[in-house]
């Protein structure tokens, strides 16, 4: 018996060739799939009895199990994940004004480690495969049902952001797999204008996000020099920052200057939050010629961490720096509080 989700499309037709079915047959359990929601073939109508019957007896179409699932006042609500081996993620949905994202992980634990991430503190355990990637965003779509797949604007899981658990640019393959299939528009249609893929800076993968996907970049860049970088970011001794804003340079060279790219900012009082701080970061987007804006986080404190967000204050004052530079910097409204939930921030072990 094998899972169906998380097939290339591909994929899906060869299955349906090795079970002796016309290609036309691919196509429709690719929207029964994936434009309606389906899990169930005796409710595939199109399909004849003896079809469903060999579907059900070679096939499933899973969705992990829901371990525990978590509303905040505000609207965020996350999902903790169970998949066939007992491991364990998380996936949250942050509503916005009109609209909202599905934060999704990539990976069980993270290699990267950089030291203000609770993933991070937690190792690497394995890679999520696309099937366990595509599902978290198939469960959210249940829960808000959002099937079929809304064509309008008004759906609320509009959006898809790879900043959950995992480095995305260590599990590439299946990474860029999954986002394939959710931006397929004979099923999910997400837009890739829609969907944001977060790193921290894995340099040989990073102009692949545009040439093999044409999704938006987000870089963790959270210092303005590699020596305050390297502290945090143990990547950072082996792919600098500047080798980072190079990468970003040709992610831009294909994708068009007018493809912002998000640098994400963590901050940390009294490590990087000062108005020097600052004038360096836009001396490195000016020196670059990146199209660039910013996204200021208040950094979430998590037990067995030594940092501390920085204030208000400081904060304001450095949004108003760049700002002044011609640089976009919104501060990021912290999401989820009471249910300790908010994208990038996630803590199954903490919450669990
Ligand atoms: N590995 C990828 C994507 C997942 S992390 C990356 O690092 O970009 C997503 C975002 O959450 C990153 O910008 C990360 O720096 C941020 N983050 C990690 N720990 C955090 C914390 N304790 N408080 C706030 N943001 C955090
Ligand atoms: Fe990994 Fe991103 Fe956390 Fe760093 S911030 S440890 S790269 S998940």
């Not at 495969?129 to 509009?158: H, K």
């Not at 093999?212 to 590699?226: C, D, F, Q, R, Y």
């Not at 950094?299 to 949004?319: E, L, R």
């Amino acid at each position: 018996m094998k899972d169906l989700i998380g097939l290339s499309k591909e994929e899906l037709q060869n299955e349906i060739a090795a079970i002796g079915e016309k290609p036309f047959r691919a196509k429709q359990l690719w929207q029964w799939i994936y434009f309606h929601g389906e899990t169930d073939f005796t409710k595939m109508s199109n399909f004849s009895k003896p079809l469903r019957e060999k579907l059900q007896q070679n096939y499933f179409i899973s969705r992990p199990k829901i371990v525990t699932e978590q509303q905040s006042s505000d609207g965020t609500h996350k999902w903790l994940l169970e998949f066939s081996d007992g491991e364990r993620i998380e996936t949250v949905y942050i509503p916005e004004e009109d609209r909202g994202a599905v934060c999704i992980s990539t990976q069980v634990g993270c290699a990267v480690g950089c030291k203000f991430c609770h993933t991070g503190s937690q190792k690497i355990t394995r890679n999520l495969n696309a099937c366990e990637i595509v599902a978290q965003f198939m469960v959210a779509r249940d829960a808000y049902g959002e099937w079929p797949s809304p064509t309008n604007e008004t759906r609320y899981l509009s959006n898809i952001v790879v900043m959950g658990m995992g480095e995305p640019l260590h599990n590439k393959a299946e990474v860029f797999k999954a986002l394939k299939i959710l931006s397929d528009g004979d099923g999910i249609a997400i837009s890739k204008r829609r969907i944001t893929l977060s790193t921290s800076g894995i340099v040989p993968h990073i102009e692949a996000v545009a040439q093999e996907l044409g999704v938006k970049l987000a870089i963790s860049l959270h210092a303005p020099t590699n020596e305050k970088r390297s502290a945090i970011m143990p990547i950072n001794n082996k792919y600098s920052i500047e080798q980072v804003l190079e990468a970003c340079q040709k992610y831009q060279a294909v994708m068009g200057m007018s493809r912002m790219i998000t640098f994400e900012y963590l901050m940390l009082k009294d490590f990087n939050d000062t108005p020097e701080d600052a004038r360096l970061l836009i001396s490195l987007m000016k020196k670059y010629k990146l199209g660039a804006k910013f996204n200021l986080i208040p950094f979430n404190p998590w037990p067995g961490c030594d940092f501390q967000p920085s204030s208000n204050n400081k904060v304001h004052a450095f949004s108003k720096i760049l700002e002044q530079a011609g640089y976009e910097a919104p501060i990021r409204v912290a999401r989820g509080q009471d249910i300790l939930a908010a994208c990038g921030q996630l803590k199954s072990k903490v919450s669990s």
